[in-house]
């Protein structure tokens, strides 16, 4: 995978389709620069779990705020 830029717009694509956007105008950019640019929905919460449910059930409401957490817009 490489990052690739062109102006504002950032993306991730295959080493091939690299090639191809860069013979088209687009130019390599970091990884760190794509990681920044992501956008992360900011209104997450982190959800309470009381002691008294179970580990199954903590465990699927952890897993629950991790997929929102890193859900991208």
Same mark, same amino acid.
């Given at each position: 995978m490489k990052t690739i830029k062109k102006g504002e717009t950032i993306k991730? $694509? @295959?080493d091939s389709d690299a090639i191809f956007f860069t013979k088209n105008g687009w130019e390599y950019c970091s990884k760190t620069e794509w990681k920044k640019d992501r956008k992360i929905k900011s209104n $997450? @919460?982190?959800?309470e779990v009381s002691d008294n449910i179970s580990d199954?059930?903590?465990r699927k409401i952890r897993k629950e705020n991790k997929?929102?957490?890193?859900q991208i817009n």
């Open positions: 991730r $694509v @295959t $997450v @919460t982190q959800e199954k059930k903590k997929r929102k957490k890193y």
